[in-house]
């Protein structure tokens, strides 16, 4: 099945700095790569995806990039704020149905 | 609109009760999934069902079962819960298969 490794586990900014996590994939099939935010008490919130036929995409201040050979992708959030703290899932997709998730990422965005 | 709600938010076993997990979704979607987190584990696949009438095992299947009532329910059961099932459960659905998935607000089980 498919293997998804994230990092880091935690990371700690400054309000306005940029923020990078990077995911590797181990299925050479999978075609389709979300991120998810998910806040203190809540479920996972779809944030940005991209599939496999692009290498990057942009919504505002968050952007993702995929590598298809090196079989890595990353997610980038600029300026970031507060209100970016939370918790980051990187997944990929395996077949038609399923994800494989990352371990995930703790952003803290310091004032 | 409610999303996917889950019922309950929290619940405390004892090693060997039994319980089921209810999930709903208000949008119409056709595929529905449960999913279990663990602290540095990301989220698991238990089981999904691709649409009405159809289930199939993810990643974790073991010690549990589930129901796909109708489009709308998709439900989760335990039927001897263990110390290793305690974690927070997430029921999600999406459109068709593979896309944005939404989430419930997920439902903290502890077995002791």
């Known amino acids: 099945g498919e293997n998804v490794e994230q990092h880091p586990s935690t990371l700690s900014v400054q309000e306005g700095d940029s923020a990078v996590i990077k995911c590797t994939y181990s299925d050479s099939a999978s075609n389709y790569f979300p991120w998810y935010k998910q806040e203190l008490g809540k479920g996972p919130q779809l944030i940005i995806d991209i599939r496999s036929n692009v290498g990057e995409k942009k919504d505002q201040r968050i952007a993702v990039t995929l590598n298809k050979t090196a079989k890595h992708f990353s997610l980038h959030i600029t300026e970031t704020q507060p209100e970016d703290s939370a918790v980051y899932f990187c997944a990929a997709s395996e077949g038609d149905y399923k994800l494989s998730f990352g371990a995930g990422t703790t952003v803290t965005v310091r004032a | 609109n409610a999303g996917v709600t889950q019922t309950p938010k929290f619940q405390v076993l004892k090693t060997g009760q039994s319980m089921t997990l209810q999930c709903a979704q208000d949008m119409n979607h056709n595929s529905m999934y449960w999913y279990r987190q663990d602290p540095g584990m990301g989220l698991r696949l238990i089981y999904y069902?691709?649409?009405?009438?159809?289930?199939d095992k993810g990643e974790v299947p073991n010690g549990y079962n589930v129901s796909r009532l109708n489009k709308r329910e998709f439900s989760l059961r335990l039927e001897s819960a263990a110390p290793s099932q305690t974690s927070v459960y997430f029921c999600a659905s999406s459109e068709a298969g593979i896309g944005e998935l939404f989430f419930g607000e997920g439902s903290r089980l502890t077995v002791l």
């Open positions: 069902s691709a649409s009405e009438g159809t289930t």
